[in-house]
Each structure stands twice: as structure tokens, then as C-alpha cells.
């Protein structure tokens, strides 16, 4: 066993050098054709596209795969000294799993945004962490997935995709009104119109988790969406203890958890809570959905197994078509976290990287999700992968609180998409995803059906 063993990782090792090298061709190539007027403009539109991070995240593997650190402070909007960025697959773990030695950041801005507590994403591993994500899991159960989410968000996409007859915008049209359904519905925050939640929502997650420079005028939205949500929910919460209106929903269980005199469960606690699966749910969701649909358009063979999949009622197949797209562009490329002490990632191994307290290290799941050292056939779209390859929604601790939501939400809302005979980009700019300067997608126009001449 152990000589094939050793051949075998000697070969991948090759190969992972020889990919390496090939990519200093690859990397200028993407950014000589990219759009732009000057260099530094064609290098950021390179780099805007997943296929050319995956390319430079490739050659870091090879070769550098724990970055030097640096004193540039790649993310502003938080306080660090430096950043140093991690690329393996076991050093990505382990950054991940070492939550003493490489703690989350976000807590000022949650303090922001609820105006006083912090929110578990926020917090270290600490009891009160631990108190809150009880008390959450107790009130969004793992059974109400599949009892109540799955259904709910399936019979919508179904419907939204009926209406339409040959093309739809997809963001405002379905991916965004399926999670803010899932807020009304299922977590029971009724007291604005879905144009405000999602709105809502999106800025605030900008704010926290994708705003690296630290724009103010970003932050003046935020905030004023932050309080906005936040008496929304409040006046939810308000009216149904004043309605003695009893509702199975996140919020009804929630206030049963507090008659209990459960710890952590004050009206403002619910609330801060509410707040933050709502940040959580929505553009996360929609930006998923979008991403994975790209990469099955821009896969045609992969797209029609995957439409006969779901045409044949095999539901994991299909699922398993979604996931394998998204690792191709997940939603964050990176999960940062700031080094609580001078430390060492990767100890005893050649790449060992000493990280100076304060550096805000960047662990690249995009870039775990292809190291041929954990990944089997990394570069190629496989429907058979071990759920454990992927890295979707984070990992560790602080691994996604609607992991088994998005498992199931996501192939719900692409089905009755994907089953339309001849799915397709809407012709010229209609077809390409926009973001309106948001970070999220604001409109994907898709058309399908054929019309005559058209032979596919
Ligand atoms: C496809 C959709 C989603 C993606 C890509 C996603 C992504 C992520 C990521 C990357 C993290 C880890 C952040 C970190 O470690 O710094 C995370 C955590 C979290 N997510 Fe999601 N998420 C999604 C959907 C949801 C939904 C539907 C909810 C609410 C039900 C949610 C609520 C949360 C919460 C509360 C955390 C913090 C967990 C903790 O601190 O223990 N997310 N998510």
C-alpha cells in the first residue's frame, strides 16, 4: 500500500508545480484580455472573475501556499496590523478550528447595528455565544427543513417560475423573494414589504462582511437600515405578545422560550437574534443561487445533466449539480479572522508561517475547495464529491447557522429553472449578472423555450 500511496502524492505534487508554473502564462493572458482601458483596470476586471482567482490561488498553492505577511492592511474596515493569506486545504482548517488563536472581528459592527449587543457571529467562543446559538437552534429547528422550509420555498420558485412565459429577471423575480419569504413565513418578521427586507439585509451585510475599505457612506446606509430592521422586528415581537397571537414560527417559539424564563430570550435578545439570521438569509441565499446558475450556463453539458436529473425526479443528483457549480464560485472566496497572538499556522511543516498578533489572516475556502492535496480531480465538475470537500458557507465554530437551509433551499429555488427546455442568458447585456455597485446581483435576465431558427 504504501509505495502507490507514495507515487500517488509525489504525482499530485508534480502536478501541482507543473499547474503552478503554467499559470504565470495563464494569469497575464486573463489579464492582457481583459476589459479596460489601462493595465490596473484590465487587472481588476481579471480579478473580479472567479476563473482568474482560482488561477492565482492555484499558484500559491504550489508555491507559496501560507503567504509572507504583509503590513498592507488589505481589509481597512476593521482594526488589524497586516494580512497574511492561507491556501491549503489543512491549513484552511485549521485557521477555522483555532478560534483561541484566530478570532472572529465582526463585533463592533454588530454592536452597531443592534445599537448594544453583540450578535454569536460576533462573539468568541464564549458561554454566551454558546447560550445564543442554543437558544436559536431550539427555535429554528434541523426537522422544520424539510417539513417546513424546503416545501415553502419550492411551491414559490415553482410559482414565480409559472408566471413567467420565456424570460425572467431572475435576483428581484425569484432568488431574493424566496428567502424573504423563508423572514416572513417561517421566522415570522411581517411588518415591512420584502422590497425593504432585502434591501434591508443586503446593506447590512456589505457592511459587515464584504466592505473591506470602510466606506461611511456605505456605513450611514447600513445603520439606518440596521435601526429601520431592527424596529420592524421589534414591533413584531410587540405585536404578538399584545395580540396573544400564538404562531409556530421562529419568533412564536422564541417568545414561548421566554414565558420559560429562558436566559437570553428579553424581547431586545430575540430581536438581536432575528436581526442577525435576517442579514444572514437573504442576499447570501440570492447571490447563491445566481452564482450556481453561471456556472451551469456556462457548462452546457453539465447544464443538461443536470435538468435530466432533475427531470427524472433525482433530487440528490441534482442538488449535488448546484453544489459542484457553487465550488467553482462560491459567494466569499476567503473567511478572514485576526490573529489573538503571535503564533504559527501550518507548525513543523516546510510552509510554516509565523503570524504576528493582530495580522488579519485570510483563509481562502475558494482556494481549499481545489487543492489537489485534499481534492480529488479539483479542476474537474464532478456530481460524486464527499459532502466534507466543501467549504460553502464557512467552517468550524462559526460554520453557517442555515447550512442545512442552504442544502436544500438552493436546488429548490433552481429546479423549475433548470427543467425549462432551452435555459439560456438573455441576449447582450440582459444576460450578464449586475450588481449595480451593490457587491450582490441586482439583475440576471434568462430566457427559455425556442423560437423558430433556434436549433438547439
Ligand atoms: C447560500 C447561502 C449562505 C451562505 C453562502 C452563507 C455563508 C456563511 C459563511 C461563510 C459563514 C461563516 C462566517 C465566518 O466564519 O466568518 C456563515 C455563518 C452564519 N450564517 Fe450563513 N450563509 C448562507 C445562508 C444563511 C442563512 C439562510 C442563514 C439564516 C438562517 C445564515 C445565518 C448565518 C449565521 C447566523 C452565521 C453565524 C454562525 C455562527 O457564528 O455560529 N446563513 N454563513
Not at 414565558?259 to 442576499?283: E, F, K, Q, T
Not at 447570501?284 to 456556462?298: C, F, K, M, P, Y
Not at 443538461?304 to 465550488?327: I, T
Request: aromatic share 8%; charged share 25%; net charge neutral.
Amino acid at each position: 500500500m504504501r509505495v502507490p500511496n507514495f507515487v500517488t502524492v509525489l504525482g499530485v505534487r508534480l502536478c501541482m508545480t507543473a499547474e503552478g508554473l503554467f499559470t504565470l502564462y495563464q494569469i497575464p493572458a486573463a489579464v492582457f484580455s481583459a476589459k479596460g482601458a489601462s493595465l490596473k483596470e484590465k487587472f481588476g476586471t481579471a480579478f473580479q472573475e472567479p476563473l482568474t482567482q482560482r488561477l492565482a490561488l492555484r499558484f500559491l498553492r504550489a508555491f507559496l501556499p501560507n503567504s509572507p505577511v504583509t503590513s498592507k492592511r488589505l481589509i481597512k474596515s476593521y482594526p488589524n496590523t497586516g494580512t497574511a493569506l492561507v491556501t491549503r486545504y489543512e491549513d484552511v482548517v485549521e485557521v477555522l478550528d483555532r478560534n483561541a488563536d484566530f478570532e472572529v472581528v465582526y463585533e463592533p459592527k454588530m454592536r452597531a447595528i443592534t445599537a448594544g449587543e453583540n450578535f454569536f457571529l460576533g462573539m468568541q467562543d464564549t458561554s454566551l455565544y454558546q447560550r445564543d446559538v442554543s437558544n436559536m437552534r431550539l427555535a429554528t429547528r434541523r426537522d422544520d427543513v424539510s417539513a417546513i422550509v424546503e416545501p415553502l420555498a419550492r411551491r414559490l420558485a415553482e410559482k414565480l417560475v409559472a408566471e413567467k412565459s420565456g424570460r425572467i429577471d431572475m435576483p428581484p423575480e425569484l432568488s431574493q423573494l424566496v428567502p424573504a419569504a423563508i423572514v416572513t413565513d417561517y421566522f415570522g418578521v411581517t411588518g415591512a414589504p420584502d422590497s425593504d427586507l432585502i434591501e434591508w439585509a443586503t446593506l447590512m451585510f456589505r457592511y459587515l462582511f464584504a466592505d473591506l475599505s470602510g466606506n461611511p457612506e456605505l456605513e450611514r446606509d447600513a445603520l439606518n437600515a440596521a435601526a429601520a430592521c431592527c424596529s420592524v422586528i421589534d414591533r413584531d415581537i410587540a405585536n404578538r405578545k399584545a395580540s396573544g397571537e400564538t404562531k409556530d414560527d421562529v419568533i412564536g417559539r422564541c417568545l414561548v422560550m421566554q414565558a420559560a424564563g429562558l436566559p437570553g430570550m428579553d424581547d431586545v435578545s430575540i430581536r438581536n437574534n432575528l436581526v442577525g439570521l435576517v442579514i444572514g438569509a437573504i442576499p447570501t441565499i440570492s447571490r447563491a443561487a445566481v452564482q450556481a446558475l453561471e456556472q451551469l450556463l456556462d457548462r452546457p453539458l453539465v447544464l443538461a445533466s443536470a435538468e435530466q436529473a432533475a427531470l427524472d425526479g433525482n433530487d440528490k443528483l441534482f442538488a449535488a449539480h448546484v453544489f459542484e457549480a457553487l465550488r467553482f464560485n462560491p459567494i466569499n472566496p476567503i473567511i478572514f479572522r485576526r490573529a489573538t497572538r503571535d503564533t504559527t499556522i501550518a507548525a513543523g511543516s516546510f510552509r510554516a508561517r509565523r503570524i504576528p498578533k493582530d495580522t488579519m489572516v485570510l483563509a481562502s475556502n475558494l482556494s481549499a475547495m481545489f487543492d489537489p492535496l485534499k481534492i480529488e480531480s479539483p479542476e474537474s465538475f464532478r456530481t460524486d464529491r464527499p459532502w466534507g470537500d466543501y467549504m460553502l458557507w464557512g467552517y468550524g465554530l462559526h460554520g453557517c447557522f442555515g447550512a442545512y437551509i442552504n442544502r436544500a433551499v438552493l436546488p429548490a429555488i433552481l429546479k423549475p429553472l433548470v427543467t425549462k427546455p432551452g435555459l439560456r442568458r438573455a441576449a447582450g447585456e440582459a444576460g450578464q449578472i449586475k450588481t449595480d455597485g451593490t457587491q450582490f446581483p441586482t439583475h440576471f435576465v434568462l430566457d427559455w423555450g425556442y423560437t423558430k431558427g433556434h436549433s438547439d
